[in-house]
């Protein structure tokens, strides 16, 4: 795998913009940015590099081919004109593991795999004369998207989710994804030197998030990603050149005040033991305690939570009650900032404040929105030149 190639990097639909700051960030060319996804360039390194060091983006497909396609015959001869034979070994597994259609003719997810296998295999029995393949090696997934009749086809060097880091063993009744935690942070101003506090912390996703962004831990570092298989492709020096890279980063000496609490003390344990799974179980202080509780006697700290926000019929009408509560912690909270990620479309009514923005994002299929309550900004600290002078 030599020269230059483009990459397609999904994330969440409305945090497109944070996804591609971190990819500029990390040093790559943006070539777009589009409803869900931000498509970039780079060598076999970039591949590697992103899988391990990118904290907002769900997986990072290898571009191979984009063409329109009105018809299957068009889908099919679009797909067989891709050179699978560089890619596949004569013994791959290759499949369309998923595929996506929206305002296209072509609609049926289920025959644009079929259609596309076919072709796959049409390929690669002209180029090794061969009429069966036994698909004993290892795994190639290619995900086919579909948008406005044009047809984008990757193959996924990520495998399993990018959410997926491989701390979080137990998880509380509605988590909320890694990679959407991770670009929510992004979102707010808050920095490591500055308090985060999550009373709704659940399995522990916020404030894990937060501890490894401040202590330099990339969300990979401890996962695999299927494209380490792909010894014909990416030579295995790279993933050991990004993985010692990814650990030179690493600093859990750094000071932090970051802090989850949660209602349910076994919820609360889960998040201590995914916390020690993620290397930053000294970097948080985990506690039970209810969101009337909630204090803190400094001043310009960040609250960053996903409550509860009546998912089931049966908790709707504990709604108003929770929300209220949470207003009323809020306003003993002097000089704070607090960030919101819910469902319920009355939040700021039973906060009792309106939000200084407020953000429509999709986690998943369901519409949510981030509130953001925004306090003042604290002092600039004076220079240690400055610090005795009158």
């Not at 679009?78 to 003719?105: C, H, L, M, Q, Y």
């Not at 509605?174 to 709704?200: G, N, Q, S, Y």
């Not at 960030?339 to 319920?344: D, R, S, V």
């Amino acid at each position: 795998m030599k020269g230059r190639y483009e990459f397609v990097a999904p994330c969440h639909f409305g945090l497109e913009a944070v996804s591609k700051r971190e990819i500029s960030d990390l040093g790559y060319e943006i070539v777009r940015v589009e409803d869900g996804k931000v498509t970039f360039t780079g060598d076999a390194e970039a591949l590697v590099r992103a899988n391990i060091f990118l904290r907002t983006t769900q997986r990072i497909l290898w571009k191979v081919a984009e063409f329109p396609a009105l018809t299957f015959e068009e889908l099919f001869q679009g797909i067989k004109n891709v050179p699978w034979e560089e890619f596949f070994p004569k013994d791959a597994r290759f499949w369309v593991t998923k595929a996506t259609s929206v305002k296209s003719a072509l609609f049926s997810t289920s025959d644009i795999q079929s259609v596309a296998k076919k072709a796959m295999v049409e390929r690669m029995k002209e180029h090794y004369h061969i009429g069966w393949f036994a698909e004993t090696g290892q795994d190639y997934p290619v995900r086919i998207s579909i948008y406005k009749d044009m047809v984008t086809v990757g193959l996924d060097t990520s495998g399993e989710s990018l959410h997926k880091r491989g701390y979080r063993k137990m998880v509380s009744k509605a988590p909320i994804e890694e990679t959407l935690a991770a670009a929510l942070i992004k979102l707010t101003p808050w920095r490591k030197d500055r308090i985060l506090v999550d009373p709704f912390c659940g399995s522990g996703t916020f404030p894990i998030e937060a501890a490894m962004m401040g202590a330099g831990i990339a969300p990979g570092m401890r996962r695999t990603f299927q494209g380490q298989q792909w010894t014909n492709l990416i030579p295995q020096e790279l993933w050991q050149r990004g993985f010692e890279e990814a650990q030179d980063l690493v600093d859990t000496s750094v000071e932090m005040d970051i802090q989850g609490y949660d209602i349910d003390p076994l919820i609360v344990k889960a998040a201590r033991e995914n916390a020690g799974r993620a290397g930053v179980a000294d970097l948080i202080h985990f506690q039970q305690r209810p969101i009337h509780k909630l204090r803190h006697p400094k001043k310009y700290g960040f609250v960053i939570t996903n409550p509860p926000y009546g998912e089931r019929m049966e908790d709707k009408e504990d709604m108003p009650v929770l929300y209220r509560e949470i207003g009323e912690a809020f306003s003993h909270l002097e000089g704070w900032s607090e960030y919101i990620i819910t469902a319920y479309e009355d939040a700021e009514r039973y906060i009792g404040k309106k939000a200084d923005k407020n953000r429509k994002i999709y986690n998943g299929m369901m519409k949510t929105y981030f509130y953001q309550f925004m306090g003042p900004k604290p002092p600039r600290r004076k220079k240690p030149e400055q610090e005795g002078k009158v």
